[in-house]
Every structure is written in C-alpha cells, then in structure tokens.
C-alpha cells in the first residue's frame, strides 16, 4: 500500500445501499480499526433499517481492499505436506479434513467448487479423502494460479461476482469463512442456487451473530473483522434468503475446537486492553498445550450450543 493511499483512505471510502433491500440508512453498530493487520483507515458495521443485516458502511472498493488482504493471510497458507507431517502440520489438517468430511455426509461424489479457496487447503484435502471432481475461485491472483498448479484443479482467479459458471452445473458449492467478504453476498446466494443441481449443496460459515464471544469482547471481536468483513447476517434473515431461492436449511452447527479463534480475539481485545499476562500467554501461540487443554472443554459447551464464533449452514436445492 503506497503512501498516498495511506494518508487518503478514509476519503476513498464509498457509500452503498443495502444489497438485500436497497436501504441507505441504519444505526452504527461498531466502528474500529484493522485489528489483524493494523493498516489505515477506520471502518464500522451499521445495522440496516429496514432488513437487519449489518453492513460495513461506508466501504472501500475491492481495488483498495484487496490490500488488506496482506501475505501470509490466514487462507493464504502453504498446503501441508501428504506424509511425515509434524504436530503444527497435523493440527493445520484437521479443519480441513472436518470440512471434508462434512461434505461427504450429504454429497460423496460429484463436482464441488470451493469459493475462495485461498491456497487451496480444503481442495488439497478433499483431493487426498474424496472422489470429486473439484473447482476453485479465487480473487488473489496469486493464491489462485498456486492453487491450480499445486493441485491440478481449474480454479478461476477473480472474484464470485465476476464468474460466469453454468446453470444446475455443481453438486456441492462451499464457500468457508467467504460470504461476509462479498460485496454482493444476497446477490451470491441467487447465484449459488442457479449453479446448483437439483439435489446439490450450498455448505457455508459465517460469523456468528449469536456468539457468546460477540458479547464479551464487544468491539474486539474476531467476527468484525474490519475492513475485509462486509456483511454479517441474522439467522432469521439469512433463512429466509436462502428458502426464497429454493435453498432450504438442513442443519447449521459450529465446528469443535476452535482455539485459533479464541486466540485472535484475545489478541484483538489485547490491542485495545494491553495486560502483561495477556502478553505472556499471547507469546504462547493458540497451540501451546495448556492452553488447547484448558479451554477445550468450554469451547465444545459452547460450540455444541451453537454459540462460537462461527457458524456453518448446509442448504439443499429443491
């Protein structure tokens, strides 16, 4: 990111109207800075008037966000080696093999196209545990062209809104932590369903609104994710999005485990609450083995409750 745009990024900040209703107005829910990559500007999420979804307001076009995307973001991470992996290895397989194996409880063959698949971590496993013929998109060029050549799978470098796929084309369309990113989630949904088979799936997480995490670190939390997060949404609305597009609700869970996330809001919340303890155990990593052990069995409580930060849905065209 160059200087000028440093210096001049909240004057490059645009106004948009809701993309589910075409509202304009709304009261401001958080308003914050980039806490994971301290880059410029300030941001806030206001919650529509008139539908409930809360929107970044005003926002940045993709040709200045892009750069909030910095190497080294949590997607862009190299794929893991197929053997004689090594403890930090192992663990960063087993997201992606429980989303694997997600899917391969409602859809065990077929074509699968993974929106946003980074560096192509879940593609890289559903290759090694699957038999589906599997396809990618991917806005950063880089990650995109990567994925490809590591794997041998087409994926498609730019974004969702860009491409021009097929109708009743995919078996199963994944999107993993991506729908909040999009500029045009509620537009993505209809296209989803266009894409899908009769019978295929829309697997998706997002953040939680509902997160007992949301509640305790308040504008710290991970969910905000400002400026690259866009969009959150209320179950209630989200439900009824997806059924007026012939995409019903089957289950909505949060997977187990999740450690990292509580580890990044603790670092968030430390940036606005700086503790020497918190800075101690912060120096620790988020798999320091106490701390894995400590807080595994809250987290399951609370991820079995459907309060983690993050939620995942399984939608079936009908």
């Known amino acids: 990111m160059t200087q000028k745009m440093i210096s001049n990024?909240?004057?490059?900040?645009?106004?948009?109207?809701?993309?589910?209703?075409?509202?304009?107005?709304?009261e401001v829910i958080v308003r914050g800075n980039d806490l994971l990559e301290d880059l410029p500007g300030t941001f806030q999420f206001i919650r529509c008037d008139v539908c409930g979804v809360l929107r970044q307001e005003p926002r940045l076009d993709w040709e200045d966000l892009h750069n909030y995307y910095q190497p080294g973001y949590v997607c862009h991470s190299p794929q893991l080696p197929t053997t004689n992996k090594t403890f930090h290895e192992s663990t960063r397989s087993l997201g992606?093999?429980?989303?694997?194996?997600?899917?391969?409880?409602?859809?065990?063959?077929?074509?699968?196209?993974?929106v946003g698949c980074g560096s192509g971590l879940i593609l890289q496993a559903a290759k090694e545990h699957g038999h589906w013929s599997l396809f990618g998109i991917e806005p950063v060029k880089e990650m995109a062209e990567y994925t490809?050549?590591?794997?041998?799978?087409?994926?498609?470098?730019?974004?969702?809104?860009?491409?021009q796929g097929q109708a009743a084309e995919y078996d199963i369309v994944s999107m993993w932590d991506v729908i909040e990113h999009l500029?045009?989630?509620f537009n993505a949904m209809k296209e989803v369903s266009k894409l899908l088979k009769p019978g295929g799936v829309f697997i998706f997480s997002t953040p939680n609104l509902n997160?007992?995490?949301?509640?305790?670190?308040?504008?710290?939390?991970?969910g905000y994710d400002l400026p690259r997060h866009l969009y959150l949404f209320p179950d209630s609305l989200l439900r009824k999005v997806l059924k007026s597009h012939g995409l019903e609700v089957l289950n909505r869970f949060c997977?187990?485990?999740?450690?990292?996330?509580?580890?990044?809001?603790?670092a968030y919340w430390n940036?606005?609450?700086?503790?020497?303890?918190?800075e101690w155990l912060l120096a620790k990593d988020s798999e320091w083995l106490p701390f894995r052990l400590l807080t595994f069995l809250p987290l399951r409580i609370i991820d079995w409750l459907k309060l983690g930060t993050t939620i995942t849905y399984i939608a079936k065209k009908v």
């Open 9 to 26: 990024i909240n004057d490059r900040l645009k106004n948009s109207p809701c993309n589910n209703c075409g509202g304009n107005s709304g």
């Open 96 to 114: 992606p093999r429980k989303r694997v194996n997600t899917v391969r409880k409602y859809k065990q063959n077929g074509k699968w196209l993974d």
């Open 148 to 163: 490809s050549e590591q794997l041998n799978v087409p994926v498609f470098a730019g974004t969702f809104e860009d491409y």
């Open 183 to 185: 500029s045009e989630p």
């Open 211 to 222: 997160s007992l995490d949301r509640k305790i670190f308040k504008d710290s939390w991970l």
């Open 255 to 266: 997977f187990t485990g999740s450690h990292g996330s509580l580890y990044l809001n603790l």
């Open 271 to 278: 940036k606005k609450h700086p503790s020497q303890i918190m």
